[in-house]
Each structure stands twice: as C-alpha cells, then as structure tokens.
C-alpha cells in the first residue's frame, strides 16, 4: 500500500487522504471542508483530478462521520465513484444540507459497523464504531497486500461510548500504520470532563436561573442527551429548535430526547422559516406544529436549544416577558467565539435580557492521554493528521512519522 495525505498533514478540519494498493485500487478517506472562515469560501471544489474533476481514477471514498470538516464536499465526488457513508451520518449529513440550502449528493453505499467493505477484490475496508461529537462516527481499518492501516477519524474516550475504545484497539489487533487525528495536540495537557460531569455541571447552573438558552451542535447528540437530563432535573421544560427535532427524530432513536417521543421536549419553529416553501415546510415544519403549540414554557421555566439565526425568536420571548431570570450556555468550540456572526449574536443577547454567557463544553478530541493509548497498536509508524502542532505527537508515542502534504509513503 502507498499513503498520502492531500490535505490535513498541517491543519485541523479538511482533512483528505488517499490510500492505493500495489494492484492500483485508489480510495479516498474524507473529503472535508475547511473550517468555517469569516473572509474565505470553505465549499470549493478541491479540483482533485480523477476524485472531482475530469475522468474517474478513484475507485470509492469513505467518510468517518458527519462533520462538515469531513463529509462537506462529497457532494463534488464524480457519480461514478462510489461514496460510503455510515446510515445516521448520512440522516444527520443530508438535513444539515437541507437547511443550509447546500447541494446533497444522495447516491450514496451505506457502510456498517464491523461489515466489510471489499472494493475491487483488492482493498478491505472494515469500520468500528468510534465516541466523537459527532452521533456515530467511524475509525477504519485498511487492509491490503498484506497490511492493516488504521485511520482513526475524530476520537475521544470520555463521551458516552468511551468505553468502548480500548475494548475496539484489542479487537483490531496490531497494525502497520495509524493515521490519528491530533486535534488537542495544541491544546495542552488538559484532562477533558466526561459528559457525566456535563450533567453535574448543568444541574447546578439550571437551578440558578429560570431560562437557560444552549448554544451547542445539533449533531453533538450526547450533548443533547447531558442537556436535557439537566432540564428535567430542575423541573424544566426542553425545548429544541425546528432543526434539532428534525434530526432526534429522524435518527429514531428512542433514548435520544426527542417531541415524538419525549412528552417533557417540545419544538421551536424559528421564525426564520415562515418564508420557506411550501414543500420545505410541509416536510420539515408542519409535521412539529403540534409539538409546539403546547404551553412549552410552563411559568417561564424552560431550557431552550437556539441557534446565532434566532435573535427575532428570542426578541419575541423577551417582549411577551417569557425572559425574566436568563442566562446562555455556550457548548462548543471556544474557537467560535472570534467569528463575526457569533460576536454579534452575543452582543445582541444582551439588549434582551440575556447578559450572563456560560461555558459548559468538553472537547470532541482525544486528549493527549488517549492518543497515548494508540500504542497498543504496536504500529510501525504513526501519521498525525487534523492538527496544527504535529510533532507534538513524538512526545506522546514512538514510531511518530511526521508525513509531509502529498508525500508518498509506502507500507
């Protein structure tokens, strides 16, 4: 096998890799945006000869889940190449399209959990579940002529499938090559809190104040899940926007919180979407119309999921005195915090009551401890990728191979 990486070897997000085998079968891991920028497109085509552009040389791509730093152009991928995407990533992959008006790409192979995945008797591909922010993410293991790379997609152990981590690294045994993000290789040597410390932390803070508006990912789905356990601790309504009730509901998963199935969670139809179609409407609003009628906000004691688009909603809360005793919770990147849209939310949410912002989060990356756990692997080389600090890793694990933007490195 040869690897190279095309993009990623020097940044977080965007990340794309290319694996080949001795008998030429091409495959491509991730084909990601770049992180959202206030003066830089992040949906260009990567104009890859044979991937996007001109004749086919590529014989599939598979994603590892559901961020748009991984999945957001897969929509340019030439249709006679075959894109494998685990189910629920595509569920959640093909809303987020929808509502963002951004083009989907349908023709898609479902690729399942322990199921492999054989592309021209030559390449297997096998994916193992993985914990990560984002619901169902997927590391994979390569093999071919006679080797096992494994690519690890975006990990962590402290979310609620954390557990399952180590017990995965047994069962896929040793390899020849990882291929690990290195997200939190620039971020210290912080120990990151489980979402059972979420939970606690909610609790408390929910107990101080009336309404509570969370700022958070409607893909982080056991954020959702610390959330609303916190709402009903403190005996408040949960409500999610239009969006995030699309999405628990779509997944039908009847432990997520979710209106159709939950009768403490109901739905915000934010104004915004009154000027939608018809036909947008009659699939993704009307359907949640009864989940918002009912009185959600109960003596003005409520927990709402909001997103930077809904200062008109929050408007109308404060001008009907449904804002009394409020306060922000902020549950995502703090990298967020220096865009322009996300400056002028906050400033915003002051004119209505809401002056109080309070960060309740813990990363969606492995910790440095973790990736030292990528030695039971016993590789032959490690390749960071999805980090800015990469020689950062040889201070964690041995074999650290620091792969250069288009180098060719063979198995």
Not at 61 to 74: A, C, M, Q
Request: glycine letters at 4%.
């Amino acid at each position: 096998m040869k690897l190279k990486i095309l993009k990623g070897s020097n940044q977080i997000g965007g990340c794309i890799t290319e694996i080949v085998s001795n008998k030429g079968t091409k495959i491509i891991i991730d084909l990601g945006e770049d992180l959202p920028d206030d003066n830089v497109s992040k949906c260009e085509n990567p104009n890859i000869d044979g991937l996007t552009i001109g004749a086919k040389k590529y014989d599939a791509v598979f994603i590892t889940h559901s961020h748009g730093d991984h999945i957001g152009l897969i929509n340019y991928v030439l249709d006679d190449i075959d894109v494998y995407v685990e189910p629920i990533s595509k569920i959640i992959y093909s809303l987020l399209s929808t509502f963002t008006h951004k083009k989907i790409r349908f023709k898609t192979k479902d690729m399942n959990f322990k199921e492999k995945i054989v592309i021209n008797d030559d390449i297997v591909v096998t994916p193992y579940i993985v914990d990560h922010s984002s619901y169902n993410s997927s590391m994979l293991l390569i093999e071919a002529d006679g080797k096992k790379v494994l690519h690890t997609g975006d990990f962590r152990n402290h979310g609620v499938k954390g557990k399952l981590f180590l017990p995965t690294l047994k069962e896929i045994g040793p390899v020849d090559v990882i291929i690990t993000e290195g997200t939190s290789l620039s971020r210290g040597d912080t120990k990151y809190k489980t979402e059972d410390d979420i939970v606690k932390e909610a609790k408390e803070l929910f107990a101080k104040y009336d309404q509570v508006f969370i700022l958070q990912s409607s893909t982080n789905i056991d954020r959702i899940r610390s959330f609303y356990k916190a709402a009903k601790a403190t005996n408040k309504n949960f409500i999610e926007d239009v969006f995030t009730s699309n999405v628990t509901v779509s997944l039908k998963i009847d432990s997520i919180p979710n209106p159709k199935s939950f009768n403490d969670v109901y739905t915000w139809i934010p104004r915004r979407y009154l000027n939608k179609s018809l036909r947008f409407k009659t699939k993704y609003i009307f359907p949640f119309l009864k989940y918002s009628k009912q009185k959600s906000y109960v003596n003005n004691k409520y927990v709402l999921m909001v997103k930077t688009s809904m200062i008109e909603d929050i408007e109308k809360l404060y001008n009907k005195n449904h804002i009394t005793n409020a306060c922000l919770v902020y549950s995502m990147w703090e990298g967020y915090k220096e865009k322009v849209e996300m400056k002028n939310f906050i400033k915003e949410l002051k004119k209505y009551g809401i002056s109080t912002i309070i960060d309740i989060h813990t990363s969606g990356h492995a910790d440095k401890k973790t990736l030292g756990l990528l030695s039971t692997l016993k590789a032959k080389k490690i390749i960071p990728i999805h980090t800015s600090k990469k020689e950062e890793l040889s201070n964690i694990l041995d074999n650290v191979y620091l792969l250069a933007l288009n180098e060719i490195l063979e198995v």
